[in-house]
């Protein structure tokens, strides 16, 4: 169960950095009281829109879709959010400032390319991880089940050396060799 939660942790880490744009960078805006500020965004649809957003007053935020739509309204002074745009269009983000006083409004909206193509990297990356866990184990499972081997002994052991009556192994009964040491047939020591 634990390397369960790891491989998902992972592959969901793995997505998410394959997400990541190389030029992401936050913007600041100052917005007076009872002011508001939106950044419109064309993109198409199943890309994927991360953002995030803080201030140092409560904002109400909102996301509106090109039909109109409120995707996402909150009152609050940090979101953080991957969104997949089910439409192509303008997608409008809007912060209004219902306080008192002037907010500092940081944000940062990295669009990637379609989310289609990052969530297929992140579950190859997420598939690839997993392949080689499972290899790791059947590795360490099968070198753990593996014990050393002796090598076949060609005589097997008999004690003391035996004296040999007549010409005839003590042990099978078969003709020997006088000067043998061994009995041809079965082994047994004959000296």
Request: glycine share 10%; hydrophobic share 45%.
């Amino acid at each position: 169960m634990k390397a369960a939660k790891w491989i998902i942790g992972f592959m969901i880490l793995a997505l998410l950095l394959t997400a990541l744009p190389a030029n992401a960078s936050a913007e600041s805006r100052v917005i007076p009281a009872g002011g508001s500020f939106t950044r419109n965004v064309k993109v198409d649809a199943g890309q994927l829109m991360p953002y995030s957003w803080s201030s140092d007053e409560s904002l109400h935020f909102t996301v509106t879709d090109p039909d109109g739509i409120v995707i996402t309204s909150v009152d609050e002074t940090f979101h953080v959010n991957v969104l997949t745009a089910s439409t192509s269009g303008t997608y409008r983000f809007t912060w209004q400032n219902t306080g008192a006083s002037a907010a500092t409004l940081t944000y940062d909206l990295n669009f990637l390319g379609h989310g289609l193509s990052s969530l297929i990297w992140g579950v190859l990356i997420g598939v690839i991880v997993i392949i080689v866990i499972v290899i790791v184990i059947v590795v360490v499972v099968m070198s753990a089940g593996r014990t050393k081997t002796q090598p076949a002994q060609l005589y097997a052991p008999m004690g003391p050396p035996m004296a040999r009556v007549g010409g005839s192994c003590p042990m099978c009964g078969s003709p020997v060799d006088p000067q043998g040491m061994f009995c041809a047939r079965c082994g047994a020591k004959l000296r």
